[in-house]
């Protein structure tokens, strides 16, 4: 899947494990969370659906954090899980490397074919219409946390103007628009957002925000 499946799958599964726990969801945190392991596409030497998607890599990467943040960190360990538990399935992934190289998943499906595409179009659409319905929309414009974005935004733009990989990474022509879309998020909370407000009043949210992180750990 291309980064706009991965938000979607990253949201809907962190969405179902927050509500019913009553975890407070920080929407910066849970879509970076979604695409850290494409971080292999800005490394050369590193096989992408390698290294970065294995389980074993992402429960090295998490534990300490669940161990710290008990509960609050498990909507962002599972919306990173989903990245190569469910995503990526599609196409294969190296789902326990480095115990094994072996690709895990439905190898025999393009991940640029019309199903692929046609369900990453889906899952955008529902995802995005509980962003609205639930305004965590608005949660990623208002986040403190805004430079993480740059993560997303990169694994966003990266496929639209074929950067990285080569060409068979480009992204399908039917997800310009959801990916347009998701840029003009993100670069709203990065640069016009944060010309608006002065230096102080987002040094205090900041601050607030950590408070409230410190009374869910507690918690």
């Known amino acids: ?14 969405k179902a494990i927050a509500k019913p726990l009553h975890i407070p969801l920080n929407m910066t945190l849970l879509l970076t969370a979604s695409v850290i392991p494409d ?9 992408h659906r390698g ?13 300490p954090f669940l161990l710290y943040y008990r509960k609050a960190a498990l909507p962002y360990a599972v919306a990173l899980a989903s ?50 319905k639930t305004r965590d929309l ?10 993480l974005l740059l993560l997303p935004l990169g694994a966003t733009i990266g496929p639209l103007l074929s950067v990285g990989r080569g060409p068979e990474y480009a992204l399908p022509t039917p997800l310009i628009i959801p990916s347009l879309f998701y840029i003009a998020i993100f670069t709203y ?29 507690k918690n």
Do not use: C
Request: glycine share 6%.
């Open 51 to 63: 290294p970065t998607h294995s389980l074993i890599t992402i429960a090295v990467l998490m534990i």
């Open 138 to 147: 608005k949660r990623i414009t208002t986040s403190n946390y805004r430079t």
């Open 1 to 14: 899947m291309f980064a706009i499946g991965h938000f979607a799958l990253g949201y809907l599964t962190g």
């Open 189 to 217: 909370t990065l640069v016009i957002d944060p010309s608006k407000k002065s230096a102080s009043e987002i040094k205090k949210r900041e601050t607030e925000e950590l408070t409230q992180a410190i009374d869910e750990m």
């Open 83 to 132: 990245h190569s538990m469910i995503g990526d399935l599609i196409g294969g992934t190296q789902l326990l490397w480095p115990l094994s190289t072996r690709f895990y998943g439905a190898l025999d499906i393009d991940v640029k074919g019309s199903f692929t595409v046609t369900l990453e179009l889906i899952l955008f659409i529902i995802s995005l219409a509980l962003m609205l």
């Open 39 to 47: 971080v292999d596409l800005l490394l050369r030497f590193v096989h």
